[in-house]
């Protein structure tokens, strides 16, 4: 990860081939399937991760179709601005409660919640959203902010380059890119860091734990 300038920026003139791919992974049953056999979800890194932290109850942010609530007991809120996805999670998994919402604008007081995740998300935030996404998980945590997504990574294989280039989110970064944007927030303390390949190496992943600086309990 060390030299950027071997680190391909996504191709992006494939527009139809994207527009089309995308469309396909909109389905919320095609994303399951890819999420799952794809891109390692609850066997991947951040899975352990979030299996080995001690929260209560969790914001997820960008939630998808809400498998993240099947992941550990507690209290959990999915948000999510795509309304068929907020709608797949509602009718499926009951324990949880899922809202249609922006991540730039968390509707709820502060420090809410234990944890707030940002799970595969990053990438289809601008770095303005992106920061303004993390002020706002900053502002309705207590404890934790836990962020993971797929990164570029230098000599990233030709298949791998494809899928992220299909992706509707356009904005994969490198794990240097994130913590640059990171670095600018203040009161954020790293307490865990790592990268992770999802199996067959299509997907690089890093995950990010940040402690929120003035602990309130
Ligand atoms: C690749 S999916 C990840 C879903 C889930 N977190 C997971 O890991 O399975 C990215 C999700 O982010 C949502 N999303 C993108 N931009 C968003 C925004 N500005 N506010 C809220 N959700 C957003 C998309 O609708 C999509 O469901």
Not at 6 to 17: A, G, V
Request: include cysteine.
């Amino acid at each position: 990860m060390s030299n950027n300038r071997q680190i391909k920026e996504p191709d992006s003139s494939r527009t139809d081939l994207k527009f089309r791919w995308g469309g396909i992974l909109e389905n919320p049953y095609i994303s399951k399937v890819h999420r799952h056999c794809l891109d390692g979800f609850k066997v991947g890194g951040l899975a352990k991760i979030i299996k080995s932290l001690e929260y209560k109850n969790i914001l997820d942010v960008g939630c998808g179709i809400g498998e993240y609530s099947t992941m550990k007991k507690g209290r959990f809120v999915g948000l999510d601005n795509s309304l068929p996805r907020v709608k797949f999670a509602q009718r499926y998994y009951k324990h949880g409660l899922f809202l249609l919402a922006e991540a730039t604008k968390l509707p709820f007081k502060d420090h809410s919640f234990e944890a707030v995740l940002l799970a595969n998300t990053i990438h289809h935030l601008s770095d303005e959203s992106l920061t303004e996404g993390v002020l706002e998980m900053k502002r309705v945590s207590r404890k934790y902010i836990i962020l993971d997504d797929a990164v570029r990574w230098s000599d990233q294989n030709r298949l791998s380059q494809f899928f992220y280039s299909m992706d509707r989110g356009t904005m994969f970064r490198t794990t240097e890119e994130i913590e640059a944007i990171l670095k600018r927030i203040e009161d954020l303390k790293v307490v865990l860091k790592g990268n992770f390949w999802t199996f067959p190496r299509l997907y690089y992943h890093t995950v990010i734990v940040l402690e929120v600086g003035d602990l309130r309990f």
